[in-house]
């Protein structure tokens, strides 16, 4: 894509995104336009289960960084175990949704949230533990490179990146939303009043994640289950001498 064509792209997505802000949760729940029937219902919350396991195991204690915290549905898990979590979202109506959250939730665990453009955020010191969900898909194919690398230098020597995303699977949306084809990086958005969104949408396997992320000095465990997500767990490698 062209340069003007990706910030058209960005910006329509940031407006998506506010405005989907009360109505995002019906996707994860699977409610509304999402309601796939209670077999392929049942397929979505068993593997949503495996990825909240996944990141429970993974052990994100510390000082951590959440990016695109959205409406909070893994905001809500990561401040049961850090002692320091920072949120960072363009949108402030999803921060709104999100910090209401943690507030009811009444964690020990002080949240900062932070309203900011991750594709200009550069990151002011090291975290113990750096959370990517359901956001490495909207990033362009030309903006990869430097946005992993600023990822990178946010997680300290022995701290973790995790990363969740959504694989390329049409029951994973409404069915007036199907994945983009092959090779095609964007994709049509529909609320439920009707408004149409063109945004970046792209899907990665476990094989992309261990390639973008190992030269970047991780030691990556990736996978996938069996319908729906793609996840990864990276170490950051100390420096060698």
Known sequence: MSHSETERLLKAQRRYYAARAPEYDQWWVRGGRYDRGEAENQVWFKEVAQLERLVDEAELNGDVLELAGGTGNWTVRLAQKASRLTVLDASLEM??????????????????????????????????????????SHVPVESLSEFLNHI???VRPGGKLVIVD???????????????AEGVERSDRVLNDGRRFEIVKRYFTPEELRSQLAPLGFAVEANSTATHFVHGVATKQAASR
């Not at 959504?166 to 983009?180: H, I, T």
């Open 95 to 136: 921060i709104a949704r999100n910090r209401r959250r943690i507030r009811e939730m009444a964690a020990d665990c002080p949240v900062e949230y932070q309203q900011s453009d991750l594709f200009t955020w550069h990151s002011e010191r090291e975290y113990d533990a750096v959370f990517l969900g359901f956001w490495l």
């Open 152 to 154: 990178a230098t946010a």
């Open 166 to 180: 959504s694989r390329r699977q049409a029951l994973s949306s409404s069915s007036d939303q199907p994945p983009p």
